[in-house]
């Protein structure tokens, strides 16, 4: 089992940046591939970013490569996303996710969810 709680989301104008962060706590953090999805209102839950446990291999979508990134630290059982160059259809809420399946970008992959962090970013 693990307990996912993300934070570090909030209002932002456009062109500018923010930092997600998300704990874990539980079972073996390290042994999970993590990955930062996003769902706009009105729309389906999408991919943002993943990271794998071993080697820390990333992978972005098209909408956020080149200015986001993601990392862990498994000595201190976190994730983040570094969010720059922020534009207003980055407007959602961030959910942070563990899966035991390695790295996807298929929410059905992952099985511990966070709660959700809201990410504004106004024009």
């Known amino acids: 089992q693990v307990q996912l709680v993300e934070s570090g989301g909030g209002l932002v104008q456009a062109g500018g940046s923010l930092r997600l962060s998300c704990a874990a706590s539980g079972s073996t953090f390290s042994s999970y591939a993590m990955g930062w999805f996003r769902q706009a209102p009105g729309k389906e839950r999408e991919f943002v970013a993943a990271i794998t446990w071993f080697r820390s291999i990333t992978d972005y979508a098209d909408s956020v490569k080149g200015r986001f990134t993601i990392s862990r630290s498994n000595a201190k059982n976190t994730v983040s996303l570094q969010m720059n160059s922020l534009i207003p259809e980055d407007t959602a809420v961030y959910y942070c996710?563990?899966?035991?399946?390695?790295?996807?970008?298929?929410?059905?992959?992952?099985?511990?969810w966070g709660q959700g962090t809201q990410v504004t970013v106004s024009s």
């Open positions: 996710a563990a899966s035991r399946n390695g790295s996807s970008r298929q929410p059905g992959e992952y099985n511990y």
